[in-house]
C-alpha cells in the first residue's frame, strides 16, 4: 500500500510541476537567482546519489581497495569522463564490478 | 481541434535523438524498479504516472534503500523543480488552449521535448500547430519509452542478485553526473552534494540525499556568486 502511495504521490507531484504554469497561464518571469539554483540541481542530486552508491558497501563507508564497487565506479567514472558515452559506462561499470568481484 | 498532421509527424521527428538515446535509458529504469523490490505492475505504473526517467530513477533508489514515504516524496519534488521552469516558458504559448490540451501537453512534457518546442515556437505563431507539434513529440516520446521500461522490468526479476544489477542505478546517475559538470558551479555543486550525502549517511529517515542535493545546489550557487 505504501509503494503505491509512493507512485502515485510522486507520478501527482511531477504531473503538478509540469503543469503548474501552464495551468496558471503564465507570463510569470522567476526571480534571477531561482533560474541560476535551477541550473545546479541536476548536478546536486545526481551527486548526492552517485557518491554513496559506489562509496559505501552494506550501508558503511568503505573507502579502500576491498570495495569492488568503488574501484569499478572510478573506472566507469574515467570512461564517463573520456567517452561522454552512457552505453560505454554502463557496460564498462558492470563488468569492471563482476570481474573485481571475483578478484577481490 | 484539427489534426496537423505535418506538426504532429514533424513534433516526432525532432524528438528521435531523444528516442533512440531512450532505448537504453527506458532498459535501465525498468531493470531499477525491479532491482529495488517492484512488481512489473507497480514499475510500470510508476513510469506512466511519473514518466520521466530521472524521476522515475530516484524513487526506484530510494525506494530499494528503504526510505520513508516522505523523503521519497521530498526528492520527487526536487528534482522536478526543473519542470516548473518548463511550464513557466511553455506557459504563453499554450494559453488559447482548453484545458484538456494544457493538462495532455503538461504531462507529456519532457527535457528534450521542452527543448525541441521551444526552438520551433519561435518560428510557429499559430496555437494548434503549436499544441500538435508538442503532442508529437510527446507521443513518440510516450510510446517508445514505456515497452522499454516494461521489458526492463520483466528483465530485472528474472536475473540472479549474483549479478549485482543494483549497481546500475549508481553508474546510470553517473553516466548523466560527468558531462553536466561543465564549469566551476557545477563541480562545486556535484562535489560538495556527493560529500555532504556521504558524511549524512547517519541520518534517520534517509534523508542524506535530501542534505546533500540542498548543500550542493546551495554551494554551487555561491560559487559562481563570488565572481559576479
Known amino acids: 500500500m505504501n509503494i503505491w502511495m509512493i507512485i502515485v504521490g510522486a507520478g501527482l507531484i511531477t504531473f503538478v510541476m509540469r503543469l503548474s504554469f501552464i495551468y496558471l497561464h503564465g507570463k510569470t518571469s522567476f526571480p534571477a537567482w531561482f533560474h541560476r539554483s535551477l541550473r545546479y540541481v541536476p548536478v546536486a542530486v545526481v551527486a548526492a546519489i552517485v557518491l554513496p552508491g559506489i562509496a559505501m558497501q552494506s550501508g558503511v563507508l568503505d573507502v579502500s581497495l576491498n570495495n569492488p564497487r568503488l574501484l569499478a565506479g572510478i573506472i566507469a567514472g574515467l570512461v564517463a569522463w573520456w567517452t561522454?558515452?552512457?552505453?560505454?559506462?554502463?557496460?564498462?561499470?558492470m563488468s569492471a564490478l563482476w570481474v573485481l568481484q571475483i578478484w577481490v | 481541434m484539427t489534426f496537423e498532421r505535418e506538426e504532429f509527424r514533424a513534433g516526432a521527428y525532432a524528438l528521435l535523438p531523444a528516442i533512440i538515446g531512450g532505448v537504453p535509458y527506458g532498459l535501465v529504469a525498468g531493470v531499477a524498479g525491479a532491482v529495488s523490490g517492484l512488481t512489473p505492475l507497480e514499475t510500470m505504473a510508476s513510469s506512466v504516472f511519473i514518466f520521466s526517467g530521472i524521476g522515475q530513477l530516484i524513487v526506484y533508489q530510494l525506494i530499494g534503500s528503504g526510505s520513508p514515504t516522505a523523503v521519497v516524496l521530498l526528492a520527487s519534488v526536487i528534482v522536478s523543480l526543473r519542470l516548473v521552469m518548463y511550464s513557466a516558458v511553455l506557459a504563453p504559448h499554450f494559453e488559447a488552449l482548453n484545458m484538456r490540451w494544457k493538462f495532455l501537453l503538461a504531462y507529456l512534457t519532457t527535457d528534450h521535448g521542452f527543448a525541441a518546442s521551444v526552438l520551433r515556437f519561435q518560428k510557429t505563431e499559430d496555437p494548434h500547430r503549436r499544441a500538435w507539434f508538442h503532442l508529437g513529440g510527446g507521443v513518440a516520446q510516450w510510446l517508445s519509452w514505456q515497452p522499454f521500461v516494461a521489458i526492463g522490468s520483466f528483465l530485472g526479476?528474472?536475473?540472479?542478485?549474483?549479478w549485482s544489477l543494483d549497481f546500475i542505478v549508481p553508474l546510470s546517475f553517473l553516466a548523466m553526473l560527468v558531462p553536466a559538470?561543465?564549469?566551476?558551479?557545477?563541480?562545486?555543486?556535484?562535489?560538495?552534494?556527493?560529500?555532504?550525502?556521504?558524511?549524512a549517511a547517519g541520518l534517520p529517515f534517509r534523508l542524506s540525499l535530501i542534505a546533500g542535493a540542498i548543500a550542493g545546489i546551495t554551494a554551487g550557487f555561491f560559487s559562481d556568486w563570488r565572481r559576479k
Open chain 1, 84 to 93: 561522454g558515452n552512457a552505453i560505454a559506462v554502463l557496460v564498462v561499470g
Open chain 2, 157 to 162: 526479476t528474472q536475473l540472479p542478485a549474483s
Open chain 2, 181 to 199: 559538470i561543465k564549469d566551476r558551479g557545477t563541480a562545486v555543486a556535484a562535489a560538495v552534494g556527493g560529500v555532504v550525502a556521504l558524511a
